[in-house]
């Protein structure tokens, strides 16, 4: 494929031409795409239908796009907003349309056609009929401001396609699954969590949950009451404030995860949040044993106010 792009002057990124780089890596919108096309993906990946341009022999005829380039707007409207915490609200959008997406993407929330963020999304398709994001007010969010004190139940909102990697794959049931949250990381984690009970993973599930204040930590209730309902499931919150109450453990997230959970040999861990904590929870993973290619990992990356986009969810 990649040779009959690029003698028909279609302009692909691409280095290695061998299948390694993965610098011409592509997405499958319709077609059957081969795992001969898929070498060295993640599973995340491949459940999204991206190959490599290089490695594919085509057999059929196939609809592609290069990553990220989306279908455009879409057109939502604000169907609740409701508190979680002083900080923290829990926004649900309605679509009269067809919205494919994994449960821990993210998508980006127009405040205007100047102005985005990426928020992640803690529903979970087969669960939840409307979309729900996690959204923390920051002193200088120009968006998180908007949704907190200007947004109403029935406003019309332009959200892009859902992207990430960072999501559930039932590919192996009976794998540990490791998950680290800090702030607002709980809501794509939230989302994952409920995606493979939903989904009948039956392999050990450990949720931490990080914040510097009791009264930061929210949907500490429902995440409690999960877990009573699921043997296999167990959520942790922990607090590296002075303050911690009882039912949390004191400490930051990781290091109460890792010092809990010292050989993660097989596991597959999944870091959102914070980016050092990301950063960090990273090289640790790696070093108590996951491969690279089990951990799964989402920096919540802060805009300058002058900033159009975020970098990252």
Request: hydrophobic share 40%; proline share 5%; aromatic share 8%.
């Amino acid at each position: 494929m990649l040779d009959c792009l690029t003698a028909h002057g279609v302009s692909i990124p691409s280095s290695c031409h061998a299948g390694i780089c993965q610098t011409c890596l592509m997405q499958a919108i319709s077609g059957n795409i081969p795992a001969t096309a898929q070498p060295g993906l993640k599973n995340t990946l491949v459940a999204q239908n991206y190959f490599l341009a290089c490695s594919f022999h085509p057999q059929e005829d196939v609809q592609i796009r290069l990553p990220m380039t989306g279908l455009g707007k879409l057109s939502a409207t604000v169907a609740e907003i409701d508190f979680l915490n002083t900080q923290i609200v829990r926004l649900k959008l309605a679509l009269n349309t067809k919205f494919n997406y994994k449960a821990g993407q993210f998508i980006n929330l127009f405040k205007d056609n100047a102005t985005s963020r990426a928020y992640s999304l803690a529903s979970v398709p087969g669960i939840d009929d409307q979309l729900q994001f996690h959204i923390r007010k920051l002193p200088d969010g120009l968006v998180s401001h908007w949704v907190h004190h200007d947004l109403k139940v029935g406003d019309n909102v332009d959200i892009s396609d859902a992207s990430g990697d960072c999501f559930y794959v039932p590919d192996m049931p009976d794998q540990k699954l490791l998950l680290i949250a800090t702030g607002t990381g709980l809501a794509p984690l939230y989302g994952i969590v409920r995606d493979a009970l939903f989904q009948g993973h039956s392999g050990t599930i450990k949720l931490y949950h990080g914040s510097n204040s009791p009264d930061l930590v929210y949907l500490s209730e429902e995440l409690k009451s999960l877990a009573l309902q699921f043997d296999h499931f167990n959520y942790t919150p922990c607090i590296s404030g002075k303050t911690v109450p009882q039912g949390f453990a004191a400490g930051r997230a990781q290091e109460v995860a890792f010092k809990e959970n010292q050989d993660l040999s097989g596991w597959r861990v999944f870091l959102c949040g914070h980016p050092k904590m990301v950063s960090t929870g990273k090289k640790l993973a790696f070093l108590a044993g996951a491969s690279t290619g089990n951990i799964y990992a989402d920096p919540f990356v802060l805009v300058p106010r002058s900033a159009s986009k975020t970098i990252s969810a």
